[in-house]
Structure formats: C-alpha cells, structure tokens
C-alpha cells in the first residue's frame, strides 16, 4: 500500500494567517493526490482534487500544489470556519490511502 | 444526498448491514465507495464497488468479512458485515467516487453523515 504521511499532525494558528500543511507519498503518485476538511462529528468534505484543482464551491484561499511524492495544502488568510482536520488521501492505487491528519486548532 | 442507516451495537462475532441511501443524482452512474473512521482516528477506505456492480474491491482488514453490494433500482448501496470484531467499532461512511481518476478510485465529493458500530460485549 502507498503510505502517506501528514505533517505537522497538528497546529495552532491565529485568524488571517497563511498554513501550510505538507503531505509526502511513500512512492510517486503523480497528481493523484485530493485534500480534504472534516470538522468534529462531520463527514469529510472535497477540498482539492489532482493536486491543485479547487473543487466546486470551495472558497479560492484553498490551494492545493505539488506532484510526485511531495503535496502542499495552502490556506491564504484562515478564516474562523477553516478551524478542523485536514487529510490527504491518493488516488494513484485503487487501494486509496489517507494520511494521519493535521488538526488546525485556534492559537 | 447520501444517507446511513443500519447501524448500531453488536456483540463479536455477530453481524449487521448497513445501508446508504442516494438521492439527487443518477446512482447508477457512479462508483460508490464505504469508508471507516474509529473515534478520534483517522479514515480508512474499506471497500468499493463498480456502477454496475461487477467489480468489488476490499481492504485487508475486511476481506472475507464484509460484501459490499448495492442495487440501483432503489438507489441504494450496502454494506454486509460478518464475523465483527471489537476492532470493527467506528463511524461507517458512504461516499460517491466522483470518477475524475480514470485507471483509480476518487475523488470523493459526496459523503453520508456517517453512522457508529460499535462491537462489544
């Protein structure tokens, strides 16, 4: 299996800050890479998909980069609704895989 | 929308089925894909399975277990889970396979609100 490993796990930030959470991929996986947002006792929720694209309906301070084994989530300005869990998951193996998360807490 | 059902607490060893109800979109035209979150965890895919049905892929941990299957005329999809386990207690979710990737499985752009089994005795 392709493992995928988050970092930080978690962080503390302040509203109107830049994040930047990093996903590594034990193998190359091209593009194949899709981030998403949970908030507690919420399913998950499509931020990004392929690495960089913005999903529908997703505010524009989401970007997503990378391609390989190295992906990078970019928050431009964290807004206070922004605060949850982040994963990204690969789609190159049909035996999809998440990373462990990366919980951005409130500073 | 995608909706849960089915859930609940079980004793080892037993069994339970889950449903996910669809609505809003042509089910029969998606992939569709269960996933498993234990509490305070991280999500684990589980298994998934082709528009028609044909093709069913499992994770390790349930191979043999669980089947999933699901019919499209009542826009539904399932989850059979046998021979549980106290390792089986999580949030169970449905979710669509928004088929952007060709060759692979996701994204995942529609998900249920998800629903707890709990194994115990």
């Known amino acids: 299996d392709i493992q995928m490993t988050q970092s930080p796990s978690s962080l503390s930030a302040s509203v109107g800050d830049r994040v930047t959470i990093t996903c590594r991929a034990s193998?190359?996986?091209?593009?194949?890479l899709n981030w998403y947002q949970q908030k507690p006792g919420k399913a998950p929720k499509l931020l990004i998909y392929a690495a960089s694209s913005l999903q529908s309906g997703v505010p524009s301070r989401f970007s997503g980069s990378g391609s390989g084994t190295d992906f990078t989530l970019t928050i431009s300005s964290l807004q206070p609704e922004d605060f949850a869990t982040y994963y990204c998951q690969q789609s190159y193996s049909l035996l999809v895989t998440f990373g462990g998360g990366t919980k951005v807490e409130i500073k | 929308q995608l909706v849960e059902s089915g859930g609940g607490l079980v004793r080892p060893g037993g069994s339970l089925r889950l449903s996910c109800a669809a609505s809003?979109?042509?089910?029969?035209?998606?992939?569709m894909t269960w996933f498993r979150q234990a509490p305070g965890k991280g999500l684990e895919w589980i298994s998934y399975?082709?528009?028609?049905?044909?093709?069913?892929y499992y994770a390790d941990s349930v191979k043999g277990r669980f089947t999933i299957s699901r019919d499209n005329a009542k826009n539904s999809l399932y989850l059979q889970m046998d021979s549980l386990r106290a390792e089986d207690t999580a949030f169970y979710y449905c979710?669509?396979?928004?088929?952007?990737?060709?060759?692979?499985?996701?994204?995942?752009?529609?998900w249920g609100q998800g629903i707890l089994v709990t194994v115990s005795s």
């Open positions: 979710a669509r396979d928004q088929g952007y990737y060709s060759d692979s499985s996701g994204p995942f752009d529609y």
């Open positions: 193998q190359t996986i091209s593009n194949s």
């Open positions: 809003g979109f042509t089910f029969s035209d998606y992939y």
């Open positions: 399975i082709s528009s028609t049905g044909a093709t069913k």
